[in-house]
């Protein structure tokens, strides 16, 4: 096999997990090769708006600044968001938090995944030692724990010490590896599409609790908003099926005509809401991240972030290992990576299961007690600060390019 074809680190899938992994781990000593099947394509100012967008942290932008990243993503387009407010359908329940009240300009930005992308993947065609596959579709995966190899759909064959799924929920380097998922349906659908009211979104992130599940409008910059309605599956079918104007009164009846009327909706589509949890993240000389090793509800807007803070994390645990003349690529030093990243998204994954149980209960006493912990919440300075950091992604054990200063 020629050298040209041989890798210290081979990341299959280039999204935003596996394209921020190749970044951090740029001008290392290490050959990184990244493959996806598809190029991501640009975004201009004059196209409409993507249906997928992540809410993204404060704590990805730092990684993204640290990566020189964000600049790129400034430059096409992004959304502050000042203000997020949080109600509950069933009762008087209300939380607001304020950019103001920490002293930060933002509390997130509402990003297309496809600016990510751009960004991420203009600052990767800077770095020499990163070689980015694309399009190269994945035929066949086998895993050895030394050397491990990757045959591309023309054939041509690629070995690593270190092969890296980033490749999504279905991920294949996880089925090739025999890791198997603990899998939980939480039988909904998330409904998202772009939306213009008659109001204008005042830089707030909504979301609503509804029996049915959470209705959230995320602020955009040309006015609109990327909606994410939860709701059962076939209430979720029903909803992309109907048409354009009963879609519309239902949905500005479902979010109490907060911003008004809806004026004009795009392309819908529904993704099925599944939690995934690998039962190993890592094996010798492979790891998972991101998609393709958890999913979680979209409630909160995390999954990205998880996956933006577990590339950073590898990235971090193998740039270590190599400064301390470690090999990169074993078990030993792979766990330490795996024991960081599973307890900080079990943690976020329970709560996020927590949440969606505790507000599609309907029963009496569930409500009054979730109205009264909210307005609680709401209430007491340092819970509400500590709160706060959580949604900001600026809590718990941070990888050091995730972590901010003054906030
Ligand atoms: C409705 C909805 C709303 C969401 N909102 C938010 C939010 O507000 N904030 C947030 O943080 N997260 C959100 N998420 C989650 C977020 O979208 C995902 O967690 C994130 O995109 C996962 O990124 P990834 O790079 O791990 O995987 P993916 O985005 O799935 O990327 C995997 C890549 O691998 C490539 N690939 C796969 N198989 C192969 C193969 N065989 N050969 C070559 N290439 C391959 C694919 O082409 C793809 O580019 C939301 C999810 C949903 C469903």
Redesign the pocket.
């Known amino acids: 096999m020629s050298e040209a074809n041989q890798y210290d680190v081979l990341i299959?899938?280039?999204?935003?997990?596996?394209l921020t992994l190749a970044c951090a781990l740029g001008d290392t000593r290490f050959k990184v090769g990244i493959?996806?099947?598809?190029e991501?394509g640009d975004v201009s100012k004059d196209d409409a708006y993507e249906l997928?967008?992540?809410?993204?942290?404060r704590a990805s932008q730092q990684v993204f600044q640290n990566l020189n990243a964000w600049q790129g993503m400034q430059t096409r387009r992004i959304s502050p968001f000042e203000h997020m407010h949080v109600w509950d359908s069933t009762g008087s329940g209300v939380i607001h938090f304020d950019a103001a009240e920490l002293g930060v300009d933002a509390l997130g930005h509402i990003i297309e995944?496809k600016v990510v992308q751009a960004a991420l993947l203009e600052q990767l065609k800077l770095l020499n030692n990163i070689e980015w596959i694309c399009p190269?579709?994945?035929e066949d995966i086998n895993y050895q724990a030394e050397q491990s190899s990757v045959t591309l759909s023309d054939g041509k064959e690629l070995t690593t010490r270190l092969l890296v799924g980033?490749?999504?929920?279905?991920?294949?380097v996880r089925e090739a590896a025999g890791i198997s998922i603990d899998k939980a349906p939480y039988d909904q659908k998330?409904v998202?599409c772009v939306v213009k009211s008659t109001k204008h979104h005042q830089l707030t992130a909504w979301q609503r609790f509804l029996p049915t599940g959470p209705l959230a409008f995320?602020p955009l910059g040309d006015g609109s908003c990327s909606i994410?309605w939860s709701a059962t599956s076939d209430e979720a079918d029903r909803l992309v099926g109907l048409d354009e104007e009963t879609f519309s009164r239902e949905l500005e009846q479902a979010f109490e005509y907060t911003l008004g009327a809806v004026e004009s909706i795009g392309a819908r589509a529904a993704?099925s809401?599944i939690r995934r949890h690998a039962t190993n993240y890592v094996l010798p000389g492979l790891a998972l991240?991101?998609?393709?090793a958890h999913?979680i509800h979209?409630l909160a807007?995390?999954?990205?972030?998880?996956?933006i803070l577990d590339a950073a994390s590898l990235a971090q645990v193998l740039v270590e290992a190599d400064q301390q003349k470690q090999s990169f690529s074993s078990h030993a030093i792979l766990r330490k990576f795996e024991r960081w990243r599973r307890g900080e998204n079990t943690i976020m994954m329970y709560s996020m299961s927590g949440f969606k149980n505790l507000f599609s209960n309907e029963q009496s006493l569930l409500s009054s007690f979730r109205n009264f912990g909210l307005n609680l919440v709401n209430s007491i300075g340092p819970v509400k600060h500590k709160f706060m950091r959580h949604a900001m992604g600026l809590e718990g054990d941070l990888p050091d390019i995730a972590k901010t200063v003054g906030v």
């Open positions: 299959v899938g280039g999204g935003i997990v596996g493959i996806d099947a598809y991501p997928r967008v992540s809410a993204i942290s995944n190269a579709q994945v980033a490749d999504g929920a279905n991920s294949r998330g998202v995320l994410v993704f809401l991240i991101g998609d393709a999913t979209p807007g995390q999954g990205a972030n998880l996956g």
